[in-house]
């Protein structure tokens, strides 16, 4: 393996894949909710949810709607 290849010997970058981000963030952020939910009720009751998990599940949903809104704008 060579971690430099000249620019004669180099093969063209491939073309972009179609992908469908709106979808994947839709999914990520519902399952951050879904996490964040999950722990706000049925774990609470067991006494064992820590504050940096709620806050992990609370970031995790912000960065999505941030990343949704992001993906429609930019379109």
């Given at each position: 393996?060579?971690?430099?290849?000249?620019?004669?010997?180099?093969?063209?970058?491939?073309?972009?894949?179609k992908t469908n981000a709106k979808l994947a963030?839709?999914v990520g952020t519902i399952l951050w909710a879904?996490?964040?939910?999950?722990?706000?009720f049925a774990a609470q009751q067991a006494q064992?949810?820590?504050?940096?998990?709620?806050?992990?599940?609370?970031?995790?949903?912000?960065?999505?709607?941030?990343?949704?809104?992001?993906?429609?704008?930019?379109?």
């Amino acid at each position: 393996m060579r971690f430099y290849v000249k620019d004669s010997q180099r093969k063209p970058d491939p073309a972009p894949v179609k992908t469908n981000a709106k979808l994947a963030l839709m999914v990520g952020t519902i399952l951050w909710a879904a996490g964040g939910l999950f722990l706000l009720f049925a774990a609470q009751q067991a006494q064992q949810v820590e504050t940096w998990q709620l806050a992990t599940c609370g970031v995790g949903f912000a960065l999505g709607v941030f990343g949704f809104i992001h993906v429609s704008r930019k379109r």
